[in-house]
Structures are given as structure tokens and as C-alpha cells.
């Protein structure tokens, strides 16, 4: 089967760093992506990983171990917009293209 | 650019209806995904669609269906409509070449069984 972990809800302060953890067990794995999703919107593209090691976008930031199954998406500077959900998602080799979607963890950007 | 668009936004149907959901993909554009978004589940793999063809299904029953157009837009069709089917459909779309490319999602279809 197919198992995506992220933790439910995050609270962070303006300004700050947060880091939003997400682990992983598929049948295969070519690649790991970061979605952002505001409440009655669309999924936004944020990050992919494939290789190990960190990709850095701006204030966004995603990590990748393969060997762990594990990766975070590491939000500088935060601001009031980035409360959202944030979306990891799997793509197993086996399946092509499909997505496999974690849970989703909602972060909330206090001032 | 415009973005992946969807309609209808909502659509109400009644249980044992027929529902068609429209998606067009971002130009340039010839894959076209399809995932449902149940209330406090996370997004699930509907249908994957290619250059026309149905390339990959999830784990959905055979009244989940649809098909992609020669200009790459797609329908998601769901027959025999049952109350769980309540949920946010999103298409996303994405180039074709290689499994890396990201899938850029539009802001889905609301559908309520009634």
C-alpha cells in the first residue's frame, strides 16, 4: 500500500520558521512534491525533490532523504498569506504519473 | 497564461444522477489528471488521461469514467451518483515528458449529492 504521514495542524508567529515534516512508505518512489492549498482554492506547485539533499525556491525550502523516507518543507519569514494547507505528495514509479497525496497539514500564521 | 479550467464551479445532483464534469488543460499541455477531495481526506488519484488515452485508474468503481478530447480538454463522467461521491473534484494538467513535471491543478468542481 501506499502511506503518506504529515502531522494535522501547525501554529506559527509571524516572522518566524517553520518546518513541516512529512514521511513516506510506497511500493516505488520517483519523485516528491510540495503543494500549498488555500482554504476554496486550487493546490499551487511549490517544490519537487527527487535527488537527496535540499531545494531551495525564495522563502521555500524542501528537503529529501530517500534512504529515510522522509522530507520536510522548511517556510522562512513567514507571513499572514502562508496560512494554508500544505500538501506532500508521492509519485510511486509503479504507477506513472499519479499522485499520491498525503493528508495535508494546516498551518496557521499568528501575529 | 490562462490556468487549467473546470465547470461547472458547483453542481447539485440527487442520488442514482448522472454527473459530467469539464476540465481544459493549460496550452501545451497533453496530460490530464482527475482526484477527488472527500471532506477531511486528502486528495485521491482518480484517472490519468494522455494523448487521448486512458493511461492509469485509481481505485475508484467503473461508474467513475471519462475521456480526453482531441484538443486535450477532458470529462469525468460519474453514473448511478451515491451520496459519498460528495466532494471537490480537481483536473490538473501537466506536460507529458517525463514523470518530474508538476501537475498544475484548477479550482475543481464542487459536486453535492442530494
Known amino acids: 500500500g501506499q502511506n503518506i504521514d504529515q502531522p494535522t495542524e501547525m501554529t506559527a508567529t509571524e516572522g518566524a520558521i517553520v518546518q513541516i515534516n512529512c514521511t513516506y512508505q510506497t511500493s516505488g518512489f520517483n519523485g516528491l512534491f510540495w503543494y500549498q492549498q488555500h482554504a476554496g482554492e486550487a493546490p499551487t506547485f511549490l517544490s519537487y525533490n527527487v535527488l537527496d539533499g535540499l531545494e531551495e525556491k525564495g522563502r521555500f525550502s524542501s528537503f529529501l532523504s530517500r534512504s529515510k523516507g522522509y522530507s520536510y518543507l522548511l517556510l522562512k519569514e513567514l507571513q499572514m498569506k502562508d496560512s494554508a494547507s500544505y500538501l506532500c505528495a508521492v509519485t510511486p514509479e509503479k504507477y506513472g504519473n499519479k499522485l499520491v497525496f498525503g493528508a495535508g497539514t494546516i498551518l496557521r500564521v499568528k501575529s | 497564461e490562462a490556468g487549467v479550467t473546470q465547470s461547472p464551479t458547483h453542481l447539485i445532483k440527487t442520488r442514482g444522477q448522472q454527473a459530467t464534469l469539464r476540465c481544459s488543460p493549460i496550452s501545451g499541455h497533453t496530460s490530464v489528471y482527475w482526484y477527488q477531495q472527500a471532506l477531511g481526506l486528502g486528495l485521491q488519484f482518480l484517472l490519468w488521461y494522455d494523448e487521448g488515452e486512458e493511461r492509469n485508474r485509481g481505485n475508484f468503481p467503473p461508474r467513475f469514467s471519462g475521456r480526453q478530447f482531441p484538443n486535450y480538454s477532458s470529462e469525468l463522467n460519474v453514473n448511478a451518483l451515491e451520496l459519498e461521491d460528495s466532494a471537490l473534484y480537481l483536473c490538473?494538467?501537466?506536460?507529458?515528458?517525463?514523470?518530474?513535471?508538476?501537475?498544475?491543478f484548477g479550482d475543481g468542481t464542487r459536486l453535492s449529492i442530494l
Open positions: 490538473a494538467s501537466s506536460l507529458r515528458t517525463g514523470r518530474n513535471q508538476p501537475q498544475h
